[in-house]
Structure formats: structure tokens, C-alpha cells
């Protein structure tokens, strides 16, 4: 894999290297910035320069860091997530994502955004390590089956979940007595056309057809519909 990255830093090309921590922990095993930006620099490719970026340091280091990678000073970028949303650099052309299992879909697919941006043929890189959860091995298989977002974004629904609609969890399968978020879209759209119907016809739910409607209302939504309105 650094073979292929070299490649394309023979090309002048620039490559990001993404890690999921800053500095080593006690707690965990993962491969952070810090030590391999030391092994980059100094061990797999020291003639090229290379810099380090992550949230702790200051806008001015970090504003320092991207112009240099910006201006083509900076040949390997070793970094954090900073990265995922607001850096255009046309002539990066690779990314390697260390610990790639352990990063959310859309985050995954915010990361590989930032190459590609240009008109050459770019790369990314998803380097797993055991043991991989299932989920896990969804994502990075879903990663690498598609560049669609749209795809992405109903596979992460479906394996994280919405989340909770009147309260605080933002993840997980709410649980429903008659259908299944993913499987039941289709049951589920006919119910919201069904439902607006209803609301358009008979506002206040007072008709007697829809008075049990009206009770399943009152005992357990009014509170929380006053919640999110608040």
C-alpha cells in the first residue's frame, strides 16, 4: 500500500493519512496521529515532507499547516477527522483511513470526499484490523460498493438507526409494534399519506371515526409534541 502511495508522490501528487486518535492511550490499541506521523516522517518516507494536523492545536498552526499543503509544500498530510469537511486540494489524490472500521459511514464517505476533487484518478485507502464487528464489516463493504450518498445514507440508517423522534437518543431503532423502519417503507408512506388525510379533514380529531385516535393522542403525545415545540 505505501508502494501505491508512493506512485503517486512520485507523480507530485499529495496524500492524506487519516488516524483516529491524536496521541497514544493507555485505553486503547488504535493507531494514533502522533506515532505515525513520527514512523512517516522519519521511517517509510523521509523524502517527502510531511506534516501532522489535529483539533488541538491553534487555528493559526492549523491555517499554517493546510496553506502548506495547499501551496504543494507539504507532500503527506498525517491527521484527525479535521479534515472531513472544508478542505479542497485538487492535487491530493490518495487517502489511507488507519482503524477504517472503527469510523460511521458518513463519516467515511465525508473523508474519502476529500479526494477525487480534481481531474485525476484518486484513491482511498480503508485499512481494518481485527476483530471487526459485523457492523463493521458492513460499513467498510458498503465503502467499498459504492460512491453513492444516497446509498450510504440508507445503509447507515438501516445498521445505526434514526434514533429516537420525541426524546434524546440519536441512534438506534425506535421500536414499532406493527412495522420495520427499513423494510416497511412502503407500508409506512401509505400511512403518512393516510395520516395527513386524516389531519386535513379532521384537525382536532373529533369526528367519532377517529376518537380513539384522539385518545391515543392525548394520553401519550401531547406531552412530548409540547416538548419539541417549546
Known sequence: ??????????????????????????????????????????????????????????????????????????????????????????????????????????????????????????????????PISSIGRERLNTMVSTQDGFVIAEKDLELRGPGEFFGKEQSGMPVFKHANLIKDQEMLRLARLEAFEIISSDYSLEKPEHRLLHKKYMAEYLVREKMISY
Open 1 to 130: 500500500m505505501y508502494g501505491e502511495l508512493e506512485k503517486e508522490l512520485v507523480k507530485g501528487r499529495q496524500v492524506y493519512i487519516v488516524c483516529p486518535l491524536i496521541e497514544e492511550s493507555e485505553k486503547s490499541d488504535l493507531l494514533d496521529a502522533e506515532t505515525l506521523f513520527k514512523q512517516i516522517s522519519e521511517e517509510i518516507f523521509p523524502q517527502y515532507r510531511s506534516a501532522i494536523l489535529h483539533g488541538r492545536m491553534t487555528n493559526e498552526q492549523k491555517n499554517e499547516i493546510m496553506h502548506g499543503f495547499q501551496s504543494n509544500e507539504i507532500g503527506i498530510l498525517v491527521s484527525t477527522t479535521v479534515i472531513e469537511v472544508g478542505v479542497d486540494v485538487a492535487n491530493a489524490t490518495v487517502m489511507m483511513i488507519e482503524h477504517a472500521e472503527r469510523f460511521g459511514l458518513a463519516q467515511l464517505h465525508q473523508l474519502r470526499g476529500r479526494v477525487g476533487r480534481g481531474t485525476e484518478t484518486s484513491y482511498c485507502y480503508l485499512v481494518s484490523y481485527p
